[in-house]
C-alpha cells in the first residue's frame, strides 16, 4: 500500500491507476489525514435469491421473544 497527498495523486494519477490495476491499494491525504482509498474496481457477481437455502439453520429458540432488559435496551431504553 502506498500513501500519497491529493497534489500528488494530482500529478501521477496515471501511474496511480496503472499501480491500482496491478492489485496495489492507494491512500490518499490532504495536510497529513487520510482522506481515501484507490482501489481497483471489481465487478459483483449477481445474487441469486435464495443461494444460502439448506446452509443456515436458525434455532426455533430465535422467535422468542426478547427479555424485556434486552428489549428496551433496542428500544433505546
Known sequence: ?????????????VDLLTRVE???EVIITREGRAVGKLV???ERGKRQFGSLKGRIKLDDSFFDPLPEEELK???GG
Open 1 to 13: 500500500m502506498v500513501t500519497v497527498s491529493a497534489e500528488q495523486a494530482q500529478e501521477e494519477f
Open 22 to 24: 496491478a492489485g496495489e
Open 40 to 42: 481497483a474496481y471489481r
Open 73 to 75: 435496551a433496542w428500544e
